[in-house]
């Protein structure tokens, strides 16, 4: 592991080192709604088939970002499915207060097309949104975009070689290859608690946030402790009256560093983007160095540990509340949390921590399992999306009727995270064991979104009517992957949303970044079945 990354030249190195795009305005304000004439542009007729080379289901990151290379690299004939009104996926959801990328903006953003204006080390989500949009500004997606699409099946045709889509509106889409870019992060709903129907306040989820309620003055209860409901309860214990948090298990957290760009900065990237790159590289091997502590039991877990540890002994004086505050499993089992002020925030007069189970919710608030009834005006779930460890994102039929949500009640599994077999020409960002747990997102999500367009190049330049990784090939793989995860830290004990209910985790990569993006350079056309059209 430690000579992976002492490597002079991995692949996600030599992408960080490309030269920037050429020099760009300020990313522009996002006005937050496409406007009626820009919808009606898109509009089709229900029952018509429209038909494309590729067909790319989300315009988040990942499906702008693979509509970016797929032009680059020639393709021009795509269509993007969208569900909502605007683009932005998770960003676009997120908007609760103090919402913030735990990644430096100059990481988390793509490496050919590189942002020189970040106002922050850690940008909020309404800025991530405006580099979105300048993204689909920028590189002229729009036109390629047909939101309020919801799409409800996806269906292979053996006989022709071409995914159909299905929408809520009744149209049809057809392609010769098809892109899965809806995001892991895309689905959130109320969990599933006991007397939730009867509570008579206010109910916000995080995902969903609610903008027009007035929580000046109002008792609230936040339940969730995790990477959203640390942003939350510091910007709501300004408002409210009082703020209750309620934690099942605490957390590891690390302090963050951010700061305010200065604008001499700004104009040394404007002038000189090596400069930029060279941050970036930095950032990179700064995050890649932590996986020995995060990912795996070494020396260094102690050392981040301790760091942590640090921060909490700093920041909270109270013994009582720092045991409350400590975890008992060891870093990286779940979640790395990243803040400055979630701590200070619980030890404000008007906010409590309360870490007694909850039993039901009742008409009034909350009952803990000692019997003592807790009332609000709202309660605030930060309790995360609904994550498909288990099943598909939406109904997909693949050759002979298969279907990829029973496939993947038994553990979802594919081959380098994007090619499922049985399911030919079909291309996913995201999928199964392609999580990081120390590192960038778009760093992994460059590397699949590049291998995806070497296997849409291979279809439409051999003229193929069918590309489906063996199944041999991804039993091996997959079989490679479990072994090395039960190794991790992630496989050492906790409960997270990496694992399923049964522990299996399909989640996570346990590797480097380094690792990730090597193993997805070359596309190897052996390891496919290939039928010619």
Known sequence: MRNTVSLDKTVAEKKMLKPAAAKKPAVKKNTGEITLAQLESTESVAGQVNTADVLIIGAGFAGLGTAIRLQQAGVKNIVILERSTDVGGTWRDNTYPGAACDIPSNLYSYSFAQNPDWSRSFSGSGEILDYIHHLVEQFRLRPLI?????????????????????????????????????????????????????????????????????????????????????????????????????????????????????????????????????????????????ALGIIWHSPLTALVEQVARSHLHAQVKDPWLRRQLTPDFRIGCKRVLISNDYYPALQKPNCKLITWPIATLCENGIRTAEGIEHQFDCIVFATGFDVCKNGSPLPVTGVNGRQLGEEWKRGAQAYKSISVAGYPNLFFTFGPNSGPGHNSALVYMESQIDYSVQ?????????????????????????????????????????????????????????FATQYANQMKHFNLDHYRAINA
């Open 146 to 290: 047909r939101f309020q699409r919801n799409v409800t099946g996806l269906v292979f045709d053996e006989n022709t070689g071409e995914w159909n889509a299905t929408t809520a509106c009744g149209e049809q889409y057809r392609a010769r290859a098809a892109v899965m870019a809806s995001g892991p992060l895309s689905n959130a709903s109320f969990p599933n608690m006991p007397g939730i129907e009867t509570f008579k306040g206010h109910k916000i989820h995080s995902a969903k946030w609610d903008h027009s309620y007035d929580f000046t003055g109002k008792r609230v209860a936040v339940i969730g402790t995790g990477a959203s409901g640390i942003q939350i309860i510091p910007e709501l214990a300004k408002q409210a009256e009082f703020v209750k948090v309620f934690q099942r298990t605490p957390g590891w957290v690390l302090p963050r560093p951010d700061f305010v760009t200065p604008e001499w900065n700004k104009n040394l990237f404007h002038k000189m983007p090596a400069a930029q790159t060279a941050l970036r590289r930095a950032l990179f091997w700064g995050h890649e160095s932590m």
């Open 455 to 511: 296997g849409i190049k291979t279809i439409l330049q051999r003229n193929l009517k069918l590309l489906d990784v063996k199944a041999d090939v991804q039993q091996r793989y997959n079989h490679a992957i479990q072994k090395r995860l039960a190794k991790t830290n992630w496989n050492s004990g906790c409960k997270s949303w990496y694992l399923s209910e049964d522990g299996f985790n399909s989640t996570m990569y346990p590797g």
